[in-house]
T-cell receptor, first 117, second 112 residues
Framework: AQTVTQSQPEMSVQEAETVTLSCTYD???????LFWYKQPPSRQMILVIR??????QNATENRFSVNFQKAAKSFSLKISDSQLGDAAMYFC??????????????FGTGTRLTIIP | DTEVTQTPKHLVMGMTNKKSLKCEQH?????MYWYKQKAKKPPELMFV???????INESVPSRFSPECPNSSLLNLHLHALQPEDSALYLC???????????FGPGTRLTVL
């Protein structure tokens, strides 16, 4: 079974600084998707970034980028120029890339990120 | 319209009540999901609908009954719930079964 581990229950960063959230996963599959979701206190889960395992290039979305290390099964999220609105619970998630049937998301336990003004 | 909406935002019900949660999307997505999320925990998948047909039921108790009347609407009917069912219930949708999921804001359910 696939597992996703986020070893940092809480992180904090000074506003405008850079922070990296860690995520590791365990799978025997070669093709899969990885995601980072953000859940602010308003509760809505928001997709931050997505990475396809077959792509070597790390995904980037504005201030958010990932460091995808397939051999190490590591998928960290870097947030640059941190803003107060980045404060949230961040979940790393994994999904197998099977197209003939639905596959569920496997979530990590989350990292709560606090932004210090 | 690029969002998933859920009603109500908050719901308080007794153990003998019958209530329903509603989820709606107008993005043309053909897969819809119900998740349950307890405080400080990740979401747990409950049900998946694909093309209005139930494709996954994660061994959810029968007191939770999902319904997908059309491609835009997903309901979760609640009956004879227990206090431990109190949680945030999240709805999500995706274009097809294997695309990324977009979540609604959730319904905070309290069972007394």
């Amino acid at each position: 079974a696939q597992t996703v581990t986020q070893s940092q229950p809480e992180m904090s960063v000074q506003e405008a600084e850079t922070v990296t959230l860690s995520c590791t996963y365990d799978t025997s599959e070669s093709d899969y998707y990885l995601f980072w979701y953000k859940q602010p206190p308003s509760r809505q889960m928001i997709l931050v970034i997505r990475q396809e395992a077959y792509k070597q290039q790390n995904a980037t979305e504005n201030r958010f980028s990932v460091n995808f290390q397939k051999a190490a099964k590591s998928f960290s999220l870097k947030i640059s120029d941190s803003q107060l609105g980045d404060a949230a619970m961040y979940f790393c998630a994994y999904r197998r890339a099977l197209y003939e049937r639905n596959e569920k998301l496997t979530f990590g336990t989350g990292t709560r990120l606090t932004i210090i003004p | 319209d690029t969002e998933v909406t859920q009603t109500p935002k908050h719901l308080v019900m007794g153990m003998t009540n019958k209530k329903s949660l509603k989820c709606e999307q107008h993005m043309g997505h053909r897969a819809m999901y119900w998740y349950k999320q307890k405080a400080k925990k990740p979401p747990e998948l409950m049900f998946v609908y694909s093309y209005e047909k139930l494709s996954i039921n994660e061994s959810v108790p029968s007191r939770f009954s999902p319904e997908c009347p059309n491609s835009s609407l997903l309901n979760l009917h609640l009956h004879a719930l227990q206090p431990e069912d109190s949680a945030l219930y999240l709805c999500a949708s995706s274009r097809l079964r294997y695309n990324e999921q977009f979540f609604g804001p959730g319904t905070r359910l309290t069972v007394l």
